[in-house]
């Protein structure tokens, strides 16, 4: 089964707000996290990454949080914007992987 | 730069008819991926590859074929196609496997029905 998943399926926000999708991993040996954003008719892009030594890394309007004790990582966006509407996935991958495992998504809807 | 590139966008196929899905990429980068992704699910990888003249299985690669006779291209074979094939397909490339330069671009996605 799939070592990565998401709590919600779907988020809805207003413009502006601040948003948090969550995700959960199971495989403890898991050291590389990253956060993709899949836009309609589209492959997935690279949003933020973070390394199992850290707790917190932020990038633009973009901040990623990982709890090693819990196994749990979320991603925080602020003044969401309706250019943020798709679907985010959090993948993951250890050191002796070879490919991410993604989890199955969050559909993040910004209505303004 | 390009990036990843995939054709075909679309295609229907027949069950039982053959394809190959085209992938290539311009970033110089050793590591490239095959994966599907079926409605309202995460990815998942058929088929990848290390370097030119290597390639391994990912979690599903019943169904699908491949070969690396360069670092730029990457194709996927389908010898029979079934239903349970219809999906929509990436293809991914990255310049390693770990650490900090493990981010994977990835291309448009070939959508493939099979009836």
């Known amino acids: 089964g799939e070592s990565v998943g998401l709590h919600l399926p779907t988020l809805s926000v207003q413009e502006g707000d601040n948003s948090i999708i969550n995700c959960a991993y199971s495989?403890?040996?898991?050291?590389?996290f990253i956060w993709y954003k899949q836009e309609s008719g589209k492959g997935p892009q690279f949003i933020i990454d973070?390394?199992?030594?850290?707790d917190k890394r932020q990038g633009q309007r973009v901040t990623v949080l990982l709890n090693k004790t819990v196994k749990h990582l979320s991603l925080q966006i602020a003044a969401t914007q309706p250019g943020d509407s798709a679907v985010y996935f959090c993948?993951?991958?250890?050191?002796?992987?070879?490919?991410?495992?993604f989890g199955k998504g969050t559909t993040l809807s910004v209505s303004s | 730069n390009a990036g990843v590139t995939q054709t075909p966008k679309f295609r229907i196929l027949k069950i039982g008819q053959s394809m190959t899905l085209q992938c290539t990429q311009d970033?110089?980068?050793?590591?490239m991926y095959w994966y599907r992704q079926d409605p309202g699910m995460g990815l998942k990888l058929i088929y990848y590859?290390?370097?030119?003249?290597?390639?391994d299985k990912g979690e599903v690669p019943n169904g699908y074929n491949v070969s690396r006779s360069t670092t730029e291209d990457f194709p996927l074979r389908l010898e029979l196609a079934a239903p349970s094939q219809t999906s929509v397909y990436f293809c991914?490339?990255?310049?390693?496997?770990?650490?900090?330069?493990?981010?994977?671009?990835f291309g448009p996605g070939t959508r493939l029905t099979v009836l």
């Open positions: 991914a490339s990255s310049y390693s496997r770990g650490g900090p330069y493990n981010e994977q671009f």
């Open positions: 495989n403890s040996a898991s050291d590389y």
């Open positions: 973070i390394r199992s030594n850290m």
């Open positions: 993948a993951e991958t250890h050191q002796a992987g070879t490919a991410l495992i």
């Open positions: 970033m110089n980068h050793n590591y």
């Open positions: 590859s290390v370097g030119a003249g290597i390639t």
